[in-house]
């Protein structure tokens, strides 16, 4: 592990194999750690990571999983602190960390699962231009009395990062989400498609970007930079055979929702509630959308980054 000491005093720890990439402008892909430690329960989390780092692998790119790790963040986290992250000490399990965390975290030396928005932040200062996860956050329902807006949307009005996904969650706001991108500046792109997905399903009836392939997506995302913009979404639906018909979805989302209501549950605690809810009301289905997506982002990054790293 190389350490990185230029950050006035702050240390960034980049993995051996980032650094070797980064120095001889081969593909990589940032993966988040939020998947490991808030996602699916131990061995399945575990699993779940070194499959999605393997998918970045298998099309020749370099997986790059961001998370802070004893106070140091770390571009490229070890077997080890993957397993950590996976398996934490119960009395101390890694905090979940969105861009404003990220320096309470390292002054308590604790470990940190990154977000979107804190991966995005993080990657971007190891010079990582191309991130997976499976869905951003965005514009919660019912925002407008909660002001319940992820700093997703905002860190990719800021951080020049690409973001493949498969849309926003599903939990969300999919129309009004789409507005603050707009507004912000950010190109949201559908992979061989022109209608925004929505998570688990393909589909949300939303309008986007066509984009064929990969070296269509690398062009635009060359041309955006050097016009001065910041952050892309690539959006992709999930694969057919694991997707979600939208109305199950939403009915099954305003289950979910009445009872957070009942229930007390909100700020940060909503999204976990509700994705577990749907867990349930879906017997599971939702889980396994979630998986197969998460891999497919995964393996369609790595083609993203291998096309911008040829231009």
């Given at each position: 592990m190389t350490l990185e000491h230029d950050r006035k005093g702050i240390s960034i720890a980049v993995s051996a194999e980032v650094q070797a990439a980064l120095a001889a402008g081969k593909p990589l892909v940032a993966l988040e750690s939020t998947v490991i430690s808030h996602g699916l329960p131990y061995p399945h989390n575990l699993e779940l990571a070194l499959a999605m780092e393997q998918e970045v692998r298998d099309q020749g790119a370099v997986p790059a999983t961001v998370g802070i790790v004893a106070g140091v963040p770390t571009v490229g986290m070890d077997a080890a602190a993957i397993r950590r992250f996976a398996h934490p000490d119960p009395h101390h399990p890694p905090l979940k960390v969105s861009r404003r965390d990220i320096g309470y975290v390292v002054a308590a030396g604790g470990d940190g699962a990154t977000t979107v928005a804190a991966t995005m932040a993080l990657a971007h200062l190891a010079g990582v231009q191309v991130f997976a996860t499976g869905g951003i956050g965005g514009v919660h329902r019912g925002a407008r009395e909660t002001w319940d807006v992820s700093a997703d949307l905002t860190e990719l009005e800021r951080?020049?990062?690409?973001?493949?996904?498969?849309?926003?969650?599903?939990?969300?706001?999919?129309?009004?989400?789409?507005?603050?991108?707009?507004?912000?500046?950010?190109?949201?792109?559908?992979?061989?498609?022109?209608?925004?997905?929505?998570?688990?399903?393909?589909?949300?009836?939303?309008?986007?970007?066509?984009?064929?392939?990969?070296?269509?997506?690398?062009?635009?995302?060359?041309?955006h930079r050097a016009l001065g913009g910041a952050g892309m979404v690539l959006a992709v639906p999930p694969p057919v055979e694991d997707a979600i018909d939208r109305a199950v979805v939403e009915a099954a989302i305003e289950r979910a929702l009445n009872r957070a209501v009942k229930e007390g549950v909100h700020g940060p605690a909503v999204?976990?509630?509700?994705?577990?809810?749907?867990?349930r009301e879906t017997e599971g289905e939702s889980v396994r959308a979630n998986v197969a997506l998460l891999r497919q982002n995964a393996r369609i990054a790595a083609q993203v980054a291998t096309a911008i790293a040829g231009i």
């Open positions: 951080t020049p990062v690409l973001v493949v996904c498969a849309g926003a969650k599903a939990i969300l706001d999919l129309p009004a989400t789409l507005e603050y991108l707009e507004t912000g500046g950010v190109p949201v792109l559908g992979w061989r498609t022109a209608e925004f997905p929505a998570f688990y399903s393909v589909s949300s009836g939303l309008p986007v970007a066509y984009a064929q392939d990969a070296s269509f997506v690398a062009r635009a995302w060359k041309a999204t976990p509630f509700l994705l577990a809810a749907l867990a």
